[in-house]
Every structure is written in C-alpha cells, then in structure tokens.
C-alpha cells in the first residue's frame, strides 16, 4: 500500500507520531558524521525545514554522494518525536530517492548569508530563501485580505481591457479618454506639463 506524499508544514504540525510518511524537497542543509547525517529539506509549503535523520548503516556515504544543497528528493520514513533542539518532530529515513542533482560547486544557494543584489541576479531560486519566502507570504496575506473583503461585500473581480497607445518602443504615447463627441470636447492647452497630466481625461464644461 502506498503512502500519500505529505508536505513539510502538515509534518511539522502533526501530532500523529510513529507512521509512515512520504515528503519531497529540496536539501537546504547537510550535515553529520560517519554514524549519521541530518538533512534539512523543504518544500516551500512552510519557511521551516523539517530534519531528515539518515542512519549510516541503511544510508552507507557513497548512496549519499548527491545529497547536496539545492538537491531534490524524496524521503520516505518514519515520523517520530526529535531527539534534538529546534524541532517537535523529524523523520528517520527509510528510503531517500535523488530526484534531481545540484552541483555545490555551482548551485548558488548555500548554507550563508547573500546580498539583495546577488538575489536580484537568480530571481528563479529567490523564493527559496527565508527573505523572499517571508515577504511573498506576507504579499499573499495582504493580497487575499483586500480580495476578501471586497468578495464578502458584493464585488466582482475582473480583469478590464487595457486602453494603450501601443508604443512599443519606449515611453508610450498620450492620448484622450473623454465621452463627449469631437465636435465639443475642449481644446487641449497648450502648456506641455498640462498636455501631460490632462490628457488621459476630460471632464465636461
């Protein structure tokens, strides 16, 4: 019978110890010794990671030799109660499968510190970092609020067509959103600053 996979967040809240689970992610740290490695993985479902303890006699160093930061994979194991600090819970690995390598050489994320200009230069692997993690989450908390409240009150939303000039090379060009015909819609002035910000509307005189 196969176990359906469960993600970081509902293991670490579970209270529902000593049963088969299976998560996926990716390898954020790695550490240990010849006796036994600790594998920090996680799946973006939560900014924590959830311990993957890997015992040396089922997990000999060379089955181990692509577990590295930024690595994919898929534990599965036995949920119990950490013997360690920092986590309530930790999974002692049964079977580790490598679903995709990343090179410690060239993967850009490790186990430090980086610059917001660095991040700004790997915009696909930015989420993955505590940074980018707290702020997109804390974006979807404000988004889903402003949304909600308007649901909850009758509104509908929609996306309206966009009215453009169409430039395609640069600045985009001016131009005139009014409702009264051409023959009696106002002259535009003639101050360019005034062009620029009475352009877009005209109300009625």
């Not at 990671?49 to 089922?58: F, H, R, S, T």
Request: charged share 20%.
């Amino acid at each position: 019978m196969s176990v359906r996979r469960s993600s970081v967040q509902q293991l670490l809240q579970s209270q529902e110890l000593e049963r088969e689970v299976v998560v996926k992610g990716w390898v954020r740290t790695r550490r240990g010794n010849k006796y036994v490695q600790f594998i920090a993985l996680n799946d973006g479902s939560t900014i924590h990671n959830i311990q993957v303890v890997a015992d040396a006699e089922k997990f000999p160093e060379e089955s181990l030799k692509d577990v590295a930061t930024g690595a994919c994979l898929s534990v599965r194991g036995q949920l119990v109660a950490s013997q360690g600090k920092g986590q309530a819970v930790e999974i002692q690995a049964i079977e580790i499968e490598v679903l995709g390598t990343a090179d410690p050489e060239e993967y850009p994320l490790q186990k430090k510190g980086h610059s917001l200009e660095f991040l700004r230069e790997i915009a696909h692997l930015r989420p993955r970092t505590n940074t980018f993690g707290a702020v997109l989450r804390v974006r979807h908390a404000l988004a889903f609020a402003v949304h909600q409240y308007f649901n909850d009150h009758g509104f509908y939303y929609v996306h309206t067509p966009v009215i453009t000039g169409s430039d395609a090379e640069g600045a985009g060009q001016m131009f005139r959103v009014t409702t009264l015909p051409p023959s009696t819609r106002p002259a535009l002035p003639t101050a360019p600053w005034i062009t620029r910000r009475t352009s877009l509307a005209s109300k009625p005189t």
